[in-house]
Structure formats: C-alpha cells, structure tokens
C-alpha cells in the first residue's frame, strides 16, 4: 500500500515549456486534489476532483490544466511554465465527503523550477 | 471567505520545553479543525484532527482543543524531541464543501538538545 505517489519529485523547465505532473493513489479514494506550496503562503488549492471524469477549479486554478480519466490517477499540467508557477507541489487524495470532512492523505511533492 | 491564522514562526525550543502553537480561524458554517506536520523532504502529515466544538484531538503527544468561542485550535505538547522539528500547519474544512480545506501559512519548529 503505497499511498499518494507522486511523478517527478524534481524538474526544471524553461519559461514556456509543457510538463505534467502525475499523482496516483491506491486507496480507492474518490476525491483528489492538487495544491501548490509556497514559503508563507501555506497550501493553495489549484484544481481537484470528485470522481473520475471529473475536475473543479479551486484557489489558483489559472495557467494548470487537470485529468481525471482514472480513479487512482489525477494529472496537473502546465501548458506554458512561467517562473511564477516556480512552487512544490503535493497531490493529495480523501474518501467520499459523508457531511463529517475527510481527512486527506499528502503525496510526497514534487518541486518545479521554473526559469 | 473561509480563512486561518497560525503564529508566525519560526520558534525554537529546547528539548522537553512546553510547545504551544496558536490558531484561530474565520469560517461559515461549522469546520473541522485539523493539524497537519511537514518534515522535511515529506509531504504533510495529518497530526490530529476534531470535527466539533470543545472535541479535543491528541496524537503523540500533541493536543488541540476545538473552542467556538475563541474560534481557536491551538496545538500544545507539554515536552517536544528533536524529532518533532517540523513545519505545523492549521487548518479547516466545511463540510459539504467538497473537502475544500484551507491551511495556514505554517510554523516552523525547532527542537534543539
């Protein structure tokens, strides 16, 4: 049972460049999230999902694009890097909202540079 | 909107020191309070959690009282290790909100011998 992992732990790109970050959990959970961390500012809500097929934007939704086409994978991409998108950022996955909130369970992070 | 609000850090202690780490949150509705822990190179942690008022959380040592009267969460352990150096951040979630948390800005711990 390995949890929230999380697909690179480390990348530079160039201003304007592409990537996608992969986030995969294998807890069955329904619901997953992608937050970036910056000194400071705490965790910021990028995009999340409430199921497979599904996406919703969160705090900071602009310049990332999210995937659910599986339930245990979600994908945050970045169409066009720009060095304020510079962050770590951590997956993070919960069961079904039930009215009591869930506790979510973090991925390790990935770290992003971008020059 | 739904925020929180941790005590700045960072805060050092010597071993076996009373740790109290402060937080008080705004929100609609009736949150859920939550204690996350980051060490360092790892993702976050949940510590320990309470889902209503005067519920109180406990995890290894730590606890966190829910108080609505203070809006408050504040984290306390009555003697820190080194290995409890760590980032601690606060946090809330409003039920029916689709699990959105909001997490304070975090604060640095350090434990020195």
């Known amino acids: 049972n390995a949890g929230v992992t999380q697909t690179p732990k480390f990348r530079v790109l160039k201003t304007g460049q592409s990537m996608t970050l992969l986030c995969a959990q294998d807890m069955n959970h329904e619901y997953m999230y992608w937050y970036r961390q910056d000194p400071g500012m705490g965790l910021r809500l990028i995009h999340y999902s409430v199921g497979e097929g599904t996406t919703a934007k969160g705090e900071v939704p602009d310049g990332y694009n999210v995937s659910r086409l599986k339930k245990q994978n979600f994908l945050l991409g970045l169409e066009s890097a720009a060095p304020s998108q510079t962050s770590v950022y951590f997956c993070?996955?919960?069961?079904?909202?039930?009215?009591?909130?869930?506790?979510?369970?973090f991925g390790p992070g990935t770290r992003l540079l971008v020059l | 909107g739904d925020s929180v609000t941790q005590m700045e850090g960072p805060v050092t202690l010597s071993e076996e020191a009373f740790l109290t780490i402060n937080c008080t949150y705004t929100a609609t509705g009736y949150p859920s309070l939550f204690w996350y822990v980051q060490y360092p190179g790892e993702g976050l942690q949940l510590l320990l959690k309470?889902?209503?008022?005067?519920d109180k959380g406990s995890n290894k040592g730590f606890e966190a009282t829910y108080r609505k009267e203070t809006t408050s969460f504040h984290l306390e352990k009555g003697s820190v290790q080194v290995s409890d150096s760590a980032v601690y951040f606060c946090?809330?979630?409003?039920?029916?909100?689709?699990?959105?948390?909001?997490f304070g800005a975090g604060t640095r711990l350090t434990v020195k011998p």
């Open positions: 946090a809330l979630s409003v039920p029916y909100n689709n699990n959105d948390m909001r």
């Open positions: 993070a996955s919960s069961q079904t909202e039930t009215g009591v909130t869930e506790t979510q369970y």
């Open positions: 309470a889902t209503k008022a005067d």
